[in-house]
């Protein structure tokens, strides 16, 4: 009997959306729904896992298995479910504040191993759900009531971090962008390895329109280079700029009259990780940010890693029970 062909609406669980009216979140949750179907993988099959925040809500709204579970540890949940079940299809809902602050250790490791999980990390500048603190990406000067005079923090980059933490996929996308999201959730699904998608959400509450000047329709084609494999890195509501490359700086200039130095061509296969580096460094407004993927390089899986050395060591040692286990080698009765 032939499976049948799932939709968008399979996907959607009968939980009511509780997010603020306005919120980022709604379009992310629509562009995932949306992306499910068209990777081919049962339901029973896919799980998302959360933290703690507003993006944490996300696994009783997904028609999947889930899990929501402690602050910052999504990783780790995510990595002890894939090792035990590979088949997964494993997704990790975190925010600026629950994956960047308390759980940034977390997030380091499972990159760094490359476990075959994908990070979802939405990015408002903010914690929303405890009423609008600054967060790890707040901006400095940003004034909360937890930073009434300013916040002092110099703020992280996400992008940066999963660059350093040896992450073998790279991207950025944003919610006013549907079909940008459905795109790079699709090509961040189809890799094999740990993948990071930092996503720009506007929290209507207590950081209203933070990426308006980067994003608005207005605004976007010269404030944002959208990266495409293999095209030359060019932006302008005609297309007209380019970031070109001077010795170890990047800087835009017109694509009639260029500067000096290198009209800069999209690469994210590159095994080292200058180039995307670059890239990362790029922010408004003395460059247009850059959206898409950053870098996409192929390297071992953690899990099929660990699965190896399981069946060796059954070679050495065959299974026996727990109990047999626990009275191996030297014991002692306490009375």
């Known amino acids: 009997m032939a499976e049948a062909t799932l939709t968008k609406k399979d996907f959607q669980s009968d939980q009511i959306v509780r997010w603020c009216p306005g919120c980022g979140d709604y379009a992310i949750l629509a562009a995932i729904q949306s992306v499910m179907p068209n990777l081919g993988v049962p339901k029973e099959k896919i799980v998302f896992v959360s933290g703690i925040g507003c993006s944490s809500r996300f696994p009783y709204y997904m028609n999947t298995y889930g899990f929501h579970t402690i602050h910052g540890r999504a990783p780790a949940i995510a990595t002890g479910l894939k090792l035990s079940n590979p088949d997964l299809q494993v997704f990790v809902v975190t925010g ?39 967060s790890p990406t707040s901006d400095l000067g940003f004034k909360t009531k937890s930073s009434p005079m300013g916040s002092l923090d110099q703020p992280i980059n996400p992008i940066r971090i999963a660059l350093a933490s040896e992450a073998s996929f790279v991207a950025r996308t944003y919610d006013a962008n ?21 996503i720009l959400q506007n929290c209507v509450i207590f950081n209203k329109d933070v990426f308006n000047d980067i994003y608005e329709r207005d605004v976007r ?51 080292s990780p200058i180039y995307a580096n670059l890239l990362a460094a790029m922010e408004y407004p003395q460059l247009p940010l850059p959206v898409g993927v950053f870098r996409k390089v192929p390297r071992p899986g953690y899990e ?31 009375k």
Do not use: C
């Open 178 to 198: 549907i079909k940008h999201m459905t795109e790079t959730f699709e090509k961040a699904a189809a890799h094999k390895g740990s993948a990071f998608i930092e």
């Open 96 to 134: 600026d504040g629950d994956g960047l602050s308390i759980g940034g250790n977390h997030l380091l490791h499972v990159l760094r191993r490359n476990i075959d999980v994908k990070i979802l990390l939405f990015n408002n500048k903010v914690y929303g759900l405890t009423k609008g603190q600054y």
């Open 221 to 271: 084609s010269d404030h944002m280079v959208h990266l495409e494999e293999g095209e030359p890195l060019v932006f302008g509501a005609e297309s007209d700029k380019g970031v070109f490359l001077d010795g170890f700086s990047l800087k835009t200039g017109s694509l009639e009259a260029p500067p000096a130095g290198q009209l800069l061509t999209h690469q994210p296969n590159q095994e």
């Open 304 to 334: 099929a890693g660990v699965q190896g050395q399981i069946a060796q060591a059954r070679t050495k040692q065959p299974d026996d029970s727990l109990q047999t286990l626990f009275h191996s080698g030297d014991t002692w009765e306490v």
